[in-house]
């Protein structure tokens, strides 16, 4: 198999497979004829769709291209062009924490190989659990295919359940459609499954299990599937991520996530992991990023706030959004069961914050069940205590931000409520909590560490003199002013 290299387009060596066909000596037709392409409906694929059309909701205002109805088939019509290669045909995407699912090419289709299997898999140091998921992968690999392609899925069931795949906001046959006992025969263990389809769209969707899919999904059976445009659209980004939104409830000191959880998620992540268990998302400054997120939480919305940043809304699960239509925010709300994607350029350097703007959202297991000691006035108490149970201290009383930098123990098999290393102080949140590193040189695409604010432009302690030029008096700040408007 051939797992899609990440060089740049615009500096990768000439490849004979990514020639065009008049580069490589072969005609239209000789190619099209390769892939079971018709001349004309090759001819009319081969000029792609315009911007405008490739906004258009497919079926909204007329029959889709290809669709039963269109053609007066049957089923859509299943040509297709060749296969969209990497590094000439579109950018890979990068997956934080994650992995892409390999492939390689028969007879001009795109075959790939999933394995639904458990996975022991770790969200954070000190957290791991007995997951399913695909390919030792949790979440499974993103797959990556580009408009047109033919692709061909073999699914091979190595649990102890049945379980098929959905192919979720995908446009296909009916019978490719992956709902157990309604589309197909649930795949038992030890069956392998075939699903084949042609790609009629771009845009970003998703995959996960419709069988028993309470279960499946909490465990872990969901992952990308990115398809990018045949023909561009949009201004060109240098960096393209995916990043996974789900929650979980495990229990501190079991082994498994809790599949009959409805309300209570104790683990919130991205990319299955938990911060601070979370990979940056490194950019050199003056790039333009792209961030596709997906959002199979059982129960939840995220509201995905990036500090530093405003940013365009692009993309939902339905497709590129027209320009004209596209809104400005610095927070995305990510409905569950849907994907939106987000396009910036990233002109500040900094190590800025992305996370889920619900707040209990950003806390792991250990906070939860906790009495509210908030205003309490323990006075004599933990001397009290102490004979009994030593090294007792009473904590909640002022909040929660100093218990991550305690390193108090935790059960086995958990993690503290809120608590990552940071540059001056503990970072005092968990969870759906990740990083975006803007540089003006990278070296590499690793970790480049922190970030050092030049001087002046980094908040510090107040100085005497500070004050007094100001004439800020801390002990006699002036009173707020009424809100109401002014009369007379």
Not at 242 to 266: C, K, S, V, Y
Not at 375 to 392: E, H, I, N, T
Not at 461 to 486: K, M, S, T, Y
Request: charged share 20%.
């Amino acid at each position: 198999m051939s797992t899609p290299p990440t060089d740049d387009p615009r500096t990768a060596p000439e490849d004979t497979e990514a020639r065009t066909p008049e580069s490589s000596g072969l005609t239209r037709r000789s190619m099209l004829a390769r892939t079971g392409v018709s001349l004309a409906t090759g001819a009319l694929l081969m000029k792609g769709r315009t911007a405008q059309a490739q906004s258009d909701v497919p079926g909204a205002k007329r029959p889709r291209e290809n669709s039963a109805e269109d053609t007066g088939g049957r089923a859509a019509r299943q040509t297709h062009l060749p296969p969209g290669k990497p590094g000439r045909d579109y950018r890979p995407v990068v997956v934080p924490n994650g992995a892409r699912l390999p492939w390689k090419v028969v007879d001009g289709v795109k075959v790939f190989h999933m394995v639904a299997q458990e996975v022991e898999h770790e969200f954070a140091p000190g957290l791991k659990a007995t997951c399913w998921g695909y390919n030792g992968h949790v979440h499974g690999p993103t797959i990556e295919v580009v408009e047109g392609d033919r692709v061909r899925f073999y699914v091979t069931n190595r649990l102890p359940a049945s379980t098929t795949v959905h192919w979720h906001g995908i446009l296909l046959p009916n019978g490719m459609d992956g709902v157990g006992g309604l589309n197909q025969k649930s795949i038992a263990p030890g069956e392998t499954y075939r699903y084949e389809f042609t790609v009629r769209q771009s845009g970003t969707g998703m995959y996960h299990s419709h069988h028993d899919e309470m279960t499946q999904m909490a465990l872990g059976m969901v992952g990308m599937f990115i398809i990018h445009p045949r023909k561009p659209v949009g201004p060109r980004v240098d960096r393209d991520f995916a990043i996974m939104l789900h929650e979980w409830r495990i229990d501190p000191g079991t082994q498994r996530p809790d599949p009959n959880e409805m309300t209570d998620f104790n683990i919130l992540t991205m990319n299955a992991k938990a911060f601070p268990g979370t990979e940056p998302l490194v950019v050199r400054q003056g790039e333009r990023v792209r961030i596709r997120f997906g959002n199979l939480s059982a129960m939840d919305h995220h509201p995905i706030h990036l500090h530093g940043y405003q940013f365009l809304i692009t993309e939902t699960d339905g497709g590129r959004i027209p320009e004209s239509a596209q809104w400005p925010e610095t927070t995305v709300l990510v409905p569950t069961g849907s994907t939106r994607t987000i396009e910036f350029v990233a002109d500040e350097p900094g190590d800025w914050a992305m996370h889920c703007h619900m707040t209990h959202h950003v806390m792991n297991q250990m906070g939860h069940g906790l009495p509210n000691l908030v205003g309490m006035k323990p006075g004599g108490l933990d001397a009290k205590v102490r004979p009994l149970l030593p090294g007792y201290m009473t904590m909640g009383q002022t909040g929660m931000g100093d218990m991550g930098g305690m390193k108090m123990p935790v059960p086995a098999n958990s993690i503290a409520m809120v608590g990552g290393k940071g540059p001056y102080d503990e970072i005092t949140m968990g969870g759906m909590f990740t990083l975006l590193k803007v540089r003006q040189r990278l070296e590499g695409e690793g970790d480049p560490g922190w970030y050092t604010p030049p001087p002046g432009t980094q908040a510090q302690l107040a100085q005497v003199d500070d004050l007094r030029r100001d004439g800020i008096d801390v002990n006699a700040p002036p009173p707020a002013e009424p809100g109401g408007g002014r009369h007379g």
